[in-house]
């Protein structure tokens, strides 16, 4: 005799559905972020100029650039352990949905940084878009009323809660208002992720 499994609720998932496309695209993003970084090694690091600049016309369209760029190869390492794993467990609930929590992080960081930051810096590196995809990992639970979901947060948070420090203010060369907006961002997402999910079964139940 055999019983029907359940299908598991795609927001409530820990990691991807297909894992190997999802290692795809995580990887195809870092591979672009280290050919960006060998393009600008070749050009002087001439498009480190691209980044965000606080108050500034000119310095807006670095909300765009800004997470490709980074300041050294050294700088691209420590971001890249992060981009990989909270990129690929952002990437639970599909490519789609990836896109928009990671555009509305890529976008909430930007802007924050260019009405906050200080005067006069260039602000560059993935580290934002890095930090709004932990919060989102780290909230989702609370808002899916996911048990797995709870259980990876409190993981990142035994792994990494280290890195929260970069939220606040005082580490020299460290944009702490592209970490604290891009948290943000992430939060934002993972609320009207939920949001949407919630919207879209009681749809189906009408």
């Known amino acids: ?30 591979t672009l972020l280290y050919l ?31 997470p490709l760029l980074h300041g050294s190869w050294t700088h691209l390492f420590a971001n890249t352990i992060p981009v990989l794993v909270f990129g690929f467990l952002a990437l639970a609930s599909g490519v789609g949905r ?15 940084v260019w009405l906050t930051g200080v005067d006069h810096t260039s602000t560059i590196g993935a580290s934002g878009v890095a930090f709004g995809w932990l919060a989102y990992l780290l909230v989702r639970g609370l808002f899916n009323r996911a048990f797995g979901q709870l259980v990876v947060a409190g993981v990142l948070l035994l792994v990494w809660g280290g890195t ?15 970490h604290v907006f891009g948290a943000l961002g992430g939060i934002l997402a993972a609320w009207f992720a939920a949001a949407a999910d919630r919207a879209k079964a009681r749809k189906q139940l009408a």
């Open 98 to 112: 990836w896109l928009a929590v990671t555009g509305l992080i890529w976008v909430v960081s930007g802007l924050g």
């Open 164 to 178: 929260l420090w970069g939220l606040l203010p005082g580490n020299p060369g460290i944009s702490w208002q592209a």
């Open 36 to 66: 960006v970084e060998l393009v600008d090694a070749g050009l002087h690091h001439r498009l480190d100029d691209e980044g965000i600049v606080p108050r500034t016309l000119s310095g807006l369209d670095g909300v765009v650039w800004a």
């Open 1 to 30: 005799m055999s019983t029907a499994t359940a299908p598991v609720d795609p927001a409530k998932r820990i990691l991807p559905a297909k894992v190997k496309p999802a290692a795809v695209v995580v990887l195809a993003f870092t």
